[in-house]
């Protein structure tokens, strides 16, 4: 079935760009009538924000609509970018490089391939037992001791998180659900669901956020903007019942669980920037900083939305 057949991700999908087109005027709007520098500073960073969300929901759009073929290329390629910004946190050695080499040009299509072809019993143990052996196995051939375990480490975690962990997302096109409505509806609740939480989280943390969660790992982040976005984007996720197998109960519990999850990811993911004493992974979105820092709640999100809807419907 083409995409626009469906009228629920038609939809949905013109909810999407009448949100952003929204969003775009009431932020420029806000640059004409912002006085203060500090509100000044806000509203840019919220304009740079829509524009690259403007492009973000294009790429994705191309990707749905283009089914699981176009899903899984657009979410391999994020994969790879996110698996290069990872990596380049830490200071490698030559050593390493024949590692570096397999783990973006084998292990990482490899996992993608999997999902394409369906081959879940594979897909779901590649990175977290064979890569787990090879990784440490081609770095110790080598010869090289000196800070093994911080290097070999990093590869492997960098694959979880950035490969096995993101290629979740697109595997959803390929479960088995009872239901007669194509499985992108799935994906689109995931990526609205955890996108729209962070974004909730920030908006409410800006409005009415005092007292901080973690402010040495995410200074921003503040307990009113956690419960706020989290509510905001249940709500939303419970509205979009009619987009999934779940009635509205079962569609607030996944959104209830996937946002705390989202969150845990992006808290985590945060905590290892400033361990490496960065403020991005990257610079490729403006107002966003890099890949891995827009798909960081995703990173745990993906796979546990995955296993739930797969074990239970």
Same mark, same amino acid.
């Given at each position: 079935?083409?995409?626009?057949?469906?009228?629920?991700?038609?939809?949905?999908?013109?909810?999407?760009?009448?949100?952003?087109?929204?969003?775009?005027?009431?932020?420029?709007?806000?640059?004409?009538?912002?006085?203060?520098?500090?509100?000044?500073?806000?509203?840019?960073?919220?304009?740079?924000?829509?524009?690259?969300?403007?492009?973000?929901?294009?790429?994705?759009?191309?990707?749905?609509?283009?089914?699981?073929?176009?899903?899984?290329v657009l979410f391999g390629?994020?994969?790879?970018?996110?698996?290069?910004?990872?990596?380049?946190?830490?200071?490698s050695s030559r050593a390493?490089?024949?590692?570096?080499?397999?783990?973006?040009?084998?292990?990482?299509?490899?996992?993608?391939?999997?999902?394409?072809?369906?081959?879940?019993?594979?897909?779901?143990?590649?990175?977290?037992?064979?890569?787990?052996?090879?990784?440490?196995?081609?770095?110790?051939?080598?010869?090289?001791?000196?800070?093994?375990?911080?290097?070999?480490?990093?590869?492997?975690?960098?694959?979880?998180?950035?490969?096995?962990?993101?290629?979740?997302?697109?595997?959803?096109?390929?479960?088995?659900?009872?239901?007669? +409505? &194509? $499985?992108?509806?799935?994906?689109? #609740?995931?990526?609205? !669901?955890?996108?729209?939480?962070? %974004?909730?989280?920030?908006? *409410?943390?800006?409005?009415?956020?005092?007292?901080?969660?973690?402010?040495?790992? +995410? &200074? $921003?982040?503040?307990?009113?903007? #956690?419960?706020?976005? !989290?509510?905001?984007?249940?709500? %939303?996720?419970?509205?979009? *019942?009619?987009?999934?197998?779940?009635d509205p109960l079962e569609?607030?519990?996944?959104?209830?669980?996937?946002?705390?999850?989202? #969150?845990?990811?992006?808290?985590?993911?945060?905590?290892?920037?400033?361990?490496?004493?960065?403020?991005?992974?990257?610079?490729?979105?403006?107002?966003?900083?890099?890949?891995?820092?827009?798909?960081?709640?995703?990173? #745990?999100?993906?796979?546990?939305?995955?296993?739930?809807?797969?074990?239970?419907?």
């Amino acid at each position: 079935m083409n995409a626009f057949e469906n009228p629920d991700l038609v939809r949905l999908l013109g909810g999407m760009v009448a949100l952003l087109a929204i969003g775009t005027i009431a932020g420029q709007v806000l640059r004409r009538t912002a006085r203060s520098e500090s509100g000044q500073a806000t509203v840019r960073n919220i304009n740079d924000r829509m524009r690259a969300w403007w492009i973000m929901a294009a790429v994705f759009t191309v990707a749905i609509i283009t089914g699981g073929i176009g899903s899984i290329v657009l979410f391999g390629l994020v994969s790879f970018l996110a698996l290069r910004e990872f990596v380049t946190l830490v200071a490698s050695s030559r050593a390493d490089h024949r590692t570096l080499v397999i783990a973006f040009f084998v292990f990482t299509p490899l996992q993608y391939v999997l999902v394409a072809v369906e081959w879940y019993g594979l897909f779901a143990i590649l990175i977290p037992v064979y890569v787990f052996v090879l990784v440490p196995t081609t770095m110790v051939i080598v010869g090289e001791t000196e800070r093994f375990l911080e290097r070999a480490a990093t590869i492997q975690w960098g694959l979880m998180a950035c490969v096995y962990c993101v290629s979740y997302a697109p595997a959803l096109l390929l479960l088995d659900v009872e239901w007669d +409505s &194509p $499985n992108a509806l799935l994906l689109f #609740f995931l990526v609205v !669901v955890v996108q729209l939480s962070d %974004v909730a989280q920030y908006v *409410w943390g800006k409005t009415l956020g005092r007292h901080k969660i973690a402010p040495r790992v +995410s &200074p $921003n982040k503040t307990w009113e903007g #956690f419960v706020g976005g !989290v509510l905001t984007a249940t709500a %939303v996720g419970a509205g979009l *019942w009619w987009a999934t197998p779940f009635d509205p109960l079962e569609a607030a519990g996944m959104a209830f669980v996937i946002c705390l999850a989202g #969150f845990a990811g992006g808290l985590t993911m945060a905590a290892i920037k400033r361990d490496r004493g960065v403020k991005d992974y990257g610079t490729l979105l403006p107002g966003h900083g890099g890949v891995l820092d827009r798909i960081d709640s995703l990173t #745990f999100a993906a796979p546990l939305f995955f296993h739930l809807t797969r074990f239970f419907f």
